[in-house]
């Protein structure tokens, strides 16, 4: 089992940039598919990035190009740079984890509580 905790949100005007952490505790971190998801306010969770345990990535379509997902196995930490932010970004982020070395963008078993990003124009 792994606990997750998410950090760096924050307001921001659009065009700028935000990092994302996420500290994981538990044993086995580098064993993890991890991901990021975000939940807008009155709109569904949504899949943004994903990273795998030999490090093979992907993202939607609404953040390639401007975001980046990254992993410290040494730290237990999860990142997700975000640039070029705009209003639509606005949401809660979270992160997950999945007991797996396949790719996961749905599934994830262990989630975080959040981090509010909010974008103003």
């Known amino acids: 089992q792994v606990q997750l905790v998410e950090s760096g949100g924050g307001s921001v005007q659009a065009g700028g940039s935000l990092r994302l952490s996420c500290g994981a505790d538990?044993?086995?971190?580098?064993?993890?598919?991890m991901g990021w998801f975000r939940q807008a306010p009155g709109k569904q969770r949504e899949w943004v990035s994903s990273i795998t345990t030999d490090r093979r990535t992907d993202y939607s379509d609404s953040v390639k190009g401007r975001f980046t997902i990254s992993r410290d196995n040494a730290k237990n930490t999860l990142y997700l740079q975000m640039n070029s932010l705009k209003p639509e970004d606005t949401a809660m982020y979270y992160c997950a984890a999945k007991s797996t070395r396949f790719w996961c963008s749905d599934g994830l078993d262990y989630w975080g509580t959040g981090t509010l990003v909010t974008i103003s124009s």
């Open positions: 538990g044993y086995g971190y580098s064993n993890y598919c």
